[in-house]
């Protein structure tokens, strides 16, 4: 137990993988009490740091947990950001906005030390397990998530000197928080994963951000659906293709100033090998519209931003590719607020809530070129202040899950 506890935000903490367990601690739910999804709640205390919880994606043999990192820090809002680490600092120190925590988790703890991921989800929550929202002041900036280990390259990036180093990007999230597929949810027999091997590690780098002149702590969680094991036979490879208006780069563009709409296209990537495209959502910074994704210039997804007053992938876990965020709510916030004064720290000031996603919507042979193109429209939708006073920097990225053919 105390290794899980154990926070991960120091860089090279030693690796804690919590093989066996799972079934140890499944007696909480004698004493706690469940959420819908087997989630708990602890009133007054600390939640479990490994919960089971229901599985969503009816595979058979499927295990679904949910671990939590921190407890991390978040300054007032009106304190400057902090970032712990210079990587860190790269990324968050340009956007410059306040009450920001920026750092680097390496050496996390995984579900297992050898399985197949299928699912994987971001989220927020305080000590005793409630919901860190954007209700509650608690924003999941962004986190970037990455798999380390001997092999290890990024998909997109594997030759660019800015990622071999670092690793495999295979997840993103904001406080959109969707859930990424790594198997086709249409079908109910295990199709593919993402295989975590024996000497991997996960390791993040992660930005929450304070909506509260108060300070507060949260844990980051990462609620895991896999097959243990190493990889079958019958289960196909899936991997995360990270398109990026910077190409490359480290995700942060500017907005152009004096100008409400404007479109970030990414460079064209090459296809080295055919696949399946099995799910894919886009991230945007507040001021967002759209994400569209395009195979040799053809649209194939478009992942459209809706925006409300706390983010609906906390409310409602997302299933991959669903048509969730139906714009109401967000429209109504938005109408509600059309007046309010350009203030990050405005508590009535909507922020993305859900990005729409596809799911199972074709195939690519070997040479094809994917691109993306980002929307903003700050004319609509406010875009987050850095300290400066300008507009903070934004991202615009597409993780396109897909099956190697
Ligand atoms: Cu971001």
Same mark, same amino acid.
């Given at each position: 137990m105390k290794v899980l506890l154990s926070t991960t935000f120091v860089l090279g903490a030693s690796a804690a993988v919590l093989p066996d367990l799972l079934n140890a601690l499944s007696g909480y739910g004698f004493l706690l009490g469940y959420l819908a999804n087997g989630n708990v709640i602890t009133p007054n205390g600390i939640a479990p740091p490994l919960q089971n919880l229901k599985v969503r994606t009816r595979l058979p043999e499927s295990k679904r947990v949910k671990l939590r990192y921190g407890p991390y820090k978040m300054p007032s809002s009106n304190a400057t950001s902090e970032a712990f680490d210079p990587f860190s600092a790269s990324i968050a120190g340009m956007s410059g906005e306040k009450g920001m925590v920026s750092l680097t988790a390496t050496n996390m703890s995984t579900p297992c030390e050898e399985c197949g991921l299928t699912m994987l989800q971001a989220g927020l929550e305080y000590a005793d397990g409630t919901q860190a929202t954007t209700g509650t *002041? &608690?924003?999941?900036?962004h986190v970037l998530l990455l798999a380390q280990g001997p092999g290890r390259q990024d998909t997109v990036c594997a030759n660019d000197a800015n990622w071999t180093t670092f690793g495999q990007r295979i997840f993103s999230s904001g406080n959109e928080r969707t859930a990424a597929s790594f198997t086709d949810m249409t079908y109910k027999t295990p199709s593919s994963a993402f295989q975590i091997n024996k000497g991997d590690s996960l390791a993040m780098q992660l930005e929450l951000m304070n909506l509260n002149p108060q300070p507060q702590e949260v844990y980051f969680t990462l609620d895991f659906e896999f097959l243990p094991g190493?990889?079958?036979?019958?289960v196909e490879t899936a991997t995360a293709l990270w398109l990026d208006v910077t190409g490359c780069g480290n995700s942060n563009v500017k907005l152009p100033k004096g100008q409400p709409a404007s479109t970030f296209s990414s460079s064209g990537w090459t296809a080295p090998f055919s696949g399946r495209m099995l799910a894919a959502a886009g991230h945007l910074h507040d001021g967002g519209t759209e994400v569209k994704m395009f195979k040799n210039s053809q649209l194939v997804c478009d992942s459209k931003a809706t925006y409300g007053m706390t983010n609906g992938g906390a409310a409602k876990p997302m299933e991959p590719g &669903? &048509?969730? *965020? #139906?714009s109401t709510e967000a429209e109504s916030a938005h109408r509600g607020h #059309?007046?309010?004064?350009?203030? #990050?720290?405005?508590?009535n000031m909507p922020h993305i809530a859900t990005m729409s996603g596809c799911a199972s919507f074709g195939i690519f042979k070997r040479g094809d070129t994917f691109h993306i193109e980002a929307s903003y429209d700050v004319g609509k939708w406010m875009p987050m202040e850095a300290a400066s006073g300008e507009a903070s920097t934004v991202m615009g990225i597409a993780v396109m899950n897909v099956v190697e053919d």
């Open positions: *002041g &608690a924003w999941l900036h190493p990889r079958r036979r019958d &669903a &048509a969730h *965020g #139906e #059309e007046k309010i004064r350009r203030d #990050e720290m405005d508590p």
